[in-house]
C-alpha cells in the first residue's frame, strides 16, 4: 500500500477501500487511551467525521493542552522529520496538517499490523 497521500480525505477513503478503516479507528483511539487523552468517538464514525473530530481535538490540545499534544504526538511516534516539513501559517492549519500526519502514521501501523500478521 502507498502510504504517499495528498490530503486526508484521500488517506481515509484509501482506508476504506483496503478495509482497514475500523482497525484505523481502533488504533486511535488506543494511541489516545495510551497518552491519557479521553475520546469519545465510536467504531463506526464516517471518514468526514473522523476528520473533522480529530482536527478539532488537535487544535484544543495545541491551545489549551500543549503538553497532552506532545505526549500524543510522543505515543503515535509522528516523525520529527514531517513535523519539520508543516508550513506554519496559523494554529488552524497547523492542526489540519498534523492529523494528517497522525492519520497517516496510524494508517501505516494499521497496515504494517495487518500485513505481517500471518
Given amino acids: 500500500m502507498n502510504l504517499d497521500f495528498p490530503n486526508s480525505t484521500e488517506l481515509l477513503m484509501s482506508a476504506k477501500d483496503a478495509l482497514l478503516y475500523k482497525k484505523l479507528v481502533v488504533q486511535l483511539k488506543k494511541d489516545f ?61 497547523v492542526a489540519e496538517q498534523v492529523s494528517f500526519l497522525v492519520l497517516r502514521r496510524e494508517l501505516q501501523k494499521v497496515w504494517l499490523k495487518e500485513k505481517y500478521a500471518s
Avoid: R
Fill in 33 to 93: 487511551g495510551l497518552a491519557n487523552i479521553p475520546i469519545d468517538l465510536s467504531d463506526d464514525v464516517s471518514p468526514e467525521d473522523l476528520q473533522t473530530f480529530l482536527h478539532e481535538k488537535i487544535y484544543y490540545l495545541i491551545l489549551e493542552k500543549f503538553t497532552d499534544y506532545l505526549n500524543l504526538l510522543y505515543v503515535i511516534d509522528v516523525p520529527e522529520k514531517a513535523f519539520k516539513q508543516i508550513q506554519v501559517t496559523d494554529v488552524v492549519e
